[in-house]
Structures are given as C-alpha cells and as structure tokens.
C-alpha cells in the first residue's frame, strides 16, 4: 500500500530564511512525487514533481526538493522564505499503473515578516 | 497550463435538498477525475475516482448513493450530494488527470464550499 506522512503539522519559519517541509512515503515499486500548496479556500496548485532522473527536482515559485531513495523522504525546500509562501503545503505519491494520488496529511508553514 | 473549473465555489442548501457541482477541465481531455474531501483539519479524503462513460469507483465508507457522480464527457464530471445534511457540510475538490501519459500530475479545481442549513 502506498502512503505518504508529513510529521510536522506546521512550520514557522522568518522571513528570507531557508525552509524545509519534510515528506516521507512508503511505496512497492518505484515512485512518483508531487508537492501541492494550497491558499485559504481554494484548490491545490502543482508546483514540483519527481519522476524519474535527478534527484533534485526544481519546481514553482523558487521551491525545489529532494528525492532520497535510501531514507524515501521528498523534503520540499526553499532558500529564501517570503510571507507569501505561507499556506498549506502537502506531499503526495503514486505509482506507475496506479491512478491515485496518495496525499499526506499537510504541514501549514507559516513565515512571519 | 492546464485549467479546471469546479463550479459553483459557494453554496449554501436546505437540509433535505440535493446540490449538485461541475467540474470542468478547460483544455485538455480527462479521462480519469477525482473527487476530493476536505475536512477543517486539512486533510484531503479521496471519495471517489470518476471515468468517463462508466461508473465512478467509490472508496470505501462512501455513499455512492448519497454522493452521485456522473462523468458524461471528456471534459465534465459532476458531483451530486443528494438529500444533503448538515454534516456533509464541507470544502469539495476536483482533479483532473489528462489523458494519455501514466505520470503527470493532476490538477485541481478551485473547491466548492457547501453549507448545509
């Protein structure tokens, strides 16, 4: 079975510091990754995935992440953190053959000015 | 990029009726949409994956009879909360998947808030 944990429900983080959102999966067979940040009430807009070559995966508004096979994390990162990045923030898996999107719980960060 | 348009984003229903939401993906074919929960703690439930021109797949604990989906086009899919209660008040996602490739990523229309008087 497939399943994606995000162990923090929120970071906080200052403005123009480095941020880290951590995602960990559990897959059979290789994985594809998805990031997906969501504004206050609305839907949920793609801004990086992984699916096959190097491990550092660039993504929408200066995010990026990295795949670790060995610890199956997918650590969402940014250098620079801006008030704005503040939202909901959620980390999903499948797999080849396997239509569904398996999504983690999401990690709210919060950056402050 | 690609477009989905779920409407309405609000609606607000008596108890007992029936409501009913579209899911539109604006420039590509989708064979393959979602149906998605969202709860006041954030986390998305899946309810159901809808094909085009054959019945939705519900997961379980679903009511596939209280939650209608109908996938008629390759463009449209709908979701219909019959006799709707107060409980099922809550925050509706679509996704879409393009048809055709195994790998991209879905994509998501805006929600639809449903309050339940």
């Known amino acids: 079975a497939q399943s994606v944990a995000q162990p923090e429900d929120q970071v906080n983080v200052a403005e123009g510091n480095p941020l880290t959102v951590k995602c960990t999966y559990s897959?059979?067979?290789?994985?594809?990754l998805f990031w997906y940040v969501q504004y206050p009430n609305r839907g949920l807009q793609f801004l990086l995935k992984?699916?096959?070559?190097?491990?550092l995966v660039k993504g929408s508004y200066g995010f990026e992440a990295e795949f670790n096979k060995s610890q199956t994390s997918f650590h969402l990162k940014k250098p620079s953190a801006l008030v704005s990045d503040s939202a909901l923030y959620f980390c999903?898996?499948?797999?080849?053959?396997?239509?569904?999107?398996?999504f983690g719980t999401g990690t709210r960060l919060l950056v402050s000015p | 990029g690609a477009v989905v348009s779920q409407h309405p984003s609000r609606v607000i229903c008596k108890s007992g009726t029936s409501v009913k939401i579209e899911c539109r993906s604006l420039d590509f074919q989708a064979t393959t949409m979602f149906w998605y929960r969202q709860f006041p703690k954030k986390s998305l439930m899946l309810m159901a994956t809808s094909n085009e021109g054959s019945k939705a797949t519900y997961e379980q604990g679903v009511e596939k009879d209280k939650f209608l989906i109908n996938h008629a086009s390759l463009t449209l899919s709908t979701l219909t909360v019959t006799s709707a209660h107060p409980e099922d008040s809550s925050f509706y996602i679509c996704s879409a998947k393009p048809s055709g490739g195994n790998t991209g990523e879905l994509f998501f229309g805006e929600g639809s808030r449903l309050t339940v008087l």
């Open positions: 897959v059979s067979g290789n994985p594809y």
């Open positions: 999903a898996v499948r797999t080849l053959g396997f239509q569904k999107l398996v």
């Open positions: 992984y699916i096959t070559g190097d491990n």
